[in-house]
């Protein structure tokens, strides 16, 4: 309501049948009689009793709903109006592990992330872990010769670095949550996340049976949980049912990358891992980005084939698949994976002074968190052990 027209409706209340009514109760008691002086006190003292009344009136009648300010003006109450609230539990930090025991080497389109031996991994955790740091997802990266062969037989090598990793990590950190990432594409020669058939294409049934044995491999190890990120068919089913066999399932999470879309964003991570197929591309496993109906087939299909946590990759492009994962998957929890080109592109804008690299970093991951995960691997995630403690 403007100022006039709440004069008006005050003059209005002014003769309204009240208000003359209770003019001449004065009267009958004899306050006529009052000076002038205290006739203009009363009228100034009802003008603001009116003004008051008007205001809580428009409020009621018209348009309370608009009154929003008042439940986000404090920097609290600000924080009060986001579902879920970003912690360091919500964080999965990913660390690449080569097989070059006293290597730390940046990667060069990964601003401040390393490829790291395993003599390396514990100097660098330690400070992340009194920091607070939770959970870490681990990626082989094989760099020997001769190393990668057609069966990606190193991945569940022993004495490979993921597999040792594993083991001196559940030794020196018991209460860090350890997730294995499982995959063949940074083992075998050829790049791609399984066995081949002649013809170029991915045997489904060898490649899921090889994969379900590097996962209980890695569980038995001592991670606590595996995540295929192959996106072979079947191959949820057939790792539970292998933990289940092993009596390891009632002590193994099974996270499912069961969204995992192809696209550009991953191109870092292909630095980094050494993962970039040697011919064609994943369009024939990895979903197209349009592919939302399909995306829901795949999340269904993981929760009813075992998945005990499904996640969706990459983050931000995907926050309506994200939203989907928290529908069809309501009662569990739902992970995504802001990935390298994410993570490279708000490097780069806060490079270039588009905005600020924190500011950004927390806009995005609260972003994923609004969607509906609840948890994050992220590349951010030891800038966040910092920043959640400002
Ligand atoms: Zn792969």
Known sequence: MSFSSLVQDISFRDTTPSAASEQRRQMARGSS??????????????????????????????????????????????????????????????????????????????????????????????????????????????????????????????????????????????????????????????????????????????????????????????????APSDMNDGRIRAIKLKLIEAGISHKTVLMSYAAKFSGCLYGPFRDAAGSVPSFGDRKCYQLPPGGRGLARRAIERDIAEGADIIMVKPASQFLDIISDAKDIGRNMPVAAYQVSGEFAMIHAGAKAGVFDLKTMAFEATEGILRAGATIVVSYFTADFLDWLES
């Not at 009228?43 to 348009?63: E, F, H, N």
């Not at 109450?77 to 986001?82: E, H, L, M, S």
């Not at 992330?113 to 990266?141: A, C, D, H, M, T």
């Open 33 to 226: 009689s009052a000076s002038t002086i205290d006739d203009h006190r009363s009228q100034m003292s009802r003008a603001r009793s009116y003004a008051s009344t008007s205001a809580t009136s428009v409020s009621i009648s018209g348009d309370i709903a608009s009154q929003l300010h008042g439940g986000y003006s404090h920097p609290l109450a600000r924080t009060w109006q986001a579902e879920r609230q970003l912690t360091k539990s919500m964080l999965i930090l990913p660390l690449f592990i080569t097989d070059n025991d006293d290597e730390e080497t940046l990667i060069p389109s990964l601003p401040g992330q390393y490829r790291r031996g395993i003599n390396k991994v514990v100097p660098f955790l330690e400070p992340l872990i009194r920091k607070g740091l939770r959970s870490v997802i681990l990626f082989g990266v094989p760099l020997g010769q001769g190393v990668k062969d057609a069966l990606g037989t190193a991945a569940d090598d022993p004495k490979g670095p993921v597999m040792s990793t594993i083991r001196l990590l559940r030794q020196r950190f018991p209460q860090l949550f350890l997730v294995a990432d499982v995959c063949l594409c940074e083992y075998t020669s050829h790049g791609h996340c399984g066995i081949l058939r002649d013809d170029g294409g991915l045997n489904n049934e060898l490649s899921v049976d090889r994969i379900s044995d590097v996962a209980i491999a890695y569980a038995q190890a001592g991670c606590h949980c595996v």
